[in-house]
């Protein structure tokens, strides 16, 4: 039994926001989507209750540094 912290949130559908809580995770729908560019790859996953989003992470790797970059953080990209 793996328990995984949830949020209900308005802005995810739920009529109201709610306070955080420990589910069930296999009451969850699961599902990861990717985005892969010349810049980045993102790996996002969601998990869903009745159809709305609960909870959602994502993980991003710059393949290239922006060139708008200054001070400290440019040095990162060399």
């Known amino acids: 039994m793996a328990l995984i ?3 209900r949130l308005r802005r995810n559908g739920w009529p109201e926001d ?3 809580e420990m589910i069930e995770e296999s009451l969850l729908e699961f599902s990861t989507h990717s985005l892969d560019d010349d810049d ?4 996002v996953k969601e998990w869903r209750l009745d159809g709305k989003i609960v909870k959602r992470g994502a993980h991003v790797t ?4 922006p060139p708008e970059a200054t001070g400290e953080a440019a040095m990162f990209g060399k």
Not at 40 to 43: D, F, I, K
Not at 62 to 65: I, N
Request: avoid cysteine; glycine fraction near 0%; hydrophobic fraction near 35%.
């Open 5 to 7: 912290l949830i949020h």
């Open 18 to 20: 709610e306070e955080p």
């Open 40 to 43: 980045e790859h993102t790996v």
């Open 62 to 65: 710059l393949k290239r540094f």
